[in-house]
């Protein structure tokens, strides 16, 4: 009899789940992790079947393992269909009348800020001086949050989270910096309210179809979601896209004399590495698999990252080729719940890493080891110093 026993809290779990997940999609595809008080599906087909069969795979009571209660219900990750599909085509509609295009050159411009502070100090931590500060300034311009906040934001929306990996519960700390947000994003909507400008939180607002809007709860849960969800996987992945190009050589030097490559080595980090590795689904009627009954009310991960190196779907899948394309990766979801923000990363990390890569055209890691957030959904480096030449 084996003791294997996955862990979804683990810290190993956060430092190097591949050979973990590899474990889960040969010898047990529908796994029911007992420290996690969760099925966990790893294989490709699984995987996107769960994403896409939503009248089984609710998301009604949260999409991550240790959801915030608040959260449930109300936002567009946090719903099924028939509310979900009418919350999500007016946030739809709300970014529609916003050209990503428009945010190109405010995003350059704060990125080389960024980068001349780098140069000046000569080192450079990616995620706090260049990933997140970039991010967040973009983030904030499409939203129209004001710029001298990042800072606060971001130590607020990573502490919301995090997770305390010995008792796996949200912190204090952590409900603390969710009810900031929410208060937070509360007045920006306030503001909006008496005076309409050129923003997405402005366009979420006056978001109408057939003459029926959001209820205010909605609109704040979405807002402070778009806000949270922006700020860590956009972020994260960019850092995850820098680790991929420092660890391959050949393709940062590939990249930077080609910036064209650029769709290429971005879809092949989100399969290889995505930022968002696990979303949490909840059964709402018994449904078998591989010969195991998950039953009704059973809350299943599905683990967007482990389908992302199943070697039935991608040959070859722990080789990082960013001439592979892959077609179909889960790097950002699939089905009803694939990531909404979508184009605007994509314009973001496209936007951020061309600037960085004009002015610096090298760099390495400097630590071999990693540290890695504890998070059951998200996975980032704590720091990652880059030595530049
Ligand atoms: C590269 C960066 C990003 C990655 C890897 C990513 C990944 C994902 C994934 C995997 C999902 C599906 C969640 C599920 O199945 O339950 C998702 C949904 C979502 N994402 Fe992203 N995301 C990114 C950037 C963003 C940004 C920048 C925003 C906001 C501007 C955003 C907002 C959302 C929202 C609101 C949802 C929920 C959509 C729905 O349920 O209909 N994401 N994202």
């Known amino acids: 009899l084996s003791n294997f026993v996955c862990d979804p809290y683990s810290r190993e779990l956060d430092s190097d789940p591949f050979p973990i997940y590899k474990r889960l999609r040969d010898e047990y595809p529908c796994y029911w992790s007992e420290p996690g008080d969760c099925w966990m599906l790893t294989r490709y087909a699984d995987v996107t079947n769960a994403a896409r069969n939503w009248e089984v795979f609710s998301s009604a009571s949260g999409n991550m393992l240790d959801d915030i209660p608040e959260r449930t219900g109300v936002t567009l990750g946090t719903t099924d269909p028939p509310r979900h599909d009418h919350m999500r085509s007016l946030i739809q509609f709300a970014f529609g009348r916003q050209q990503n295009e428009y945010l190109v050159e405010p995003t350059r411009e704060i990125a080389n800020k960024a980068i001349d502070k780098a140069l000046e100090a000569g080192h450079l931590e990616f995620i706090s001086d260049y990933s997140s500060p970039v991010t967040i300034g973009a983030l904030s311009y499409l939203l129209g949050i004001p710029q001298d906040q990042s800072e606060t934001l971001r130590a607020h929306v990573v502490q919301i989270l995090q997770t305390d990996p010995e008792t796996r519960k949200k912190t204090q700390a952590s409900m603390d910096s969710f009810q900031w947000l929410k208060e937070y994003t509360g007045s920006l909507l306030a503001a909006r309210r008496e005076k309409p400008t050129d923003d997405l939180l402005t366009y979420i607002l006056q978001a109408e179809i057939d003459g029926k809007k959001m209820q205010e709860l909605e609109v704040q849960m979405t807002s402070l979601t778009l806000i949270m969800a922006g700020v860590e996987s956009a972020s994260s992945f960019m850092a995850m896209l820098a680790l991929n190009l420092a660890d391959h050589p050949d393709a940062q030097r590939r990249l930077v004399n080609d910036p064209q490559l650029m769709p290429q080595v971005m879809e092949e980090s989100l399969r290889y590495n995505t930022s968002a590795q696990r979303f949490r689904r909840t059964a709402s009627r018994d449904f078998e698999l591989h010969g195991e009954t ?96």
């Open 294 to 389: 998950i039953r009704a009310g059973d809350k299943v991960m599905n683990c967007y990252g482990a389908a992302n190196r199943d070697e039935r779907q991608f040959p070859d899948p722990d080789t990082y080729d960013i001439d592979r394309r892959p077609k179909q990766h889960l790097g950002m979801g699939t089905g009803k719940h694939v990531c909404i923000g979508a184009p605007f990363a994509r314009m973001l990390v496209r936007t951020a890493m061309s600037a960085f890569h004009e002015r610096i055209p090298e760099y390495h890691r400097v630590a071999d080891q990693l540290d890695w957030i504890p998070s059951t959904t998200f996975r980032s480096p704590v720091a990652l110093d880059l030595e530049l030449p």
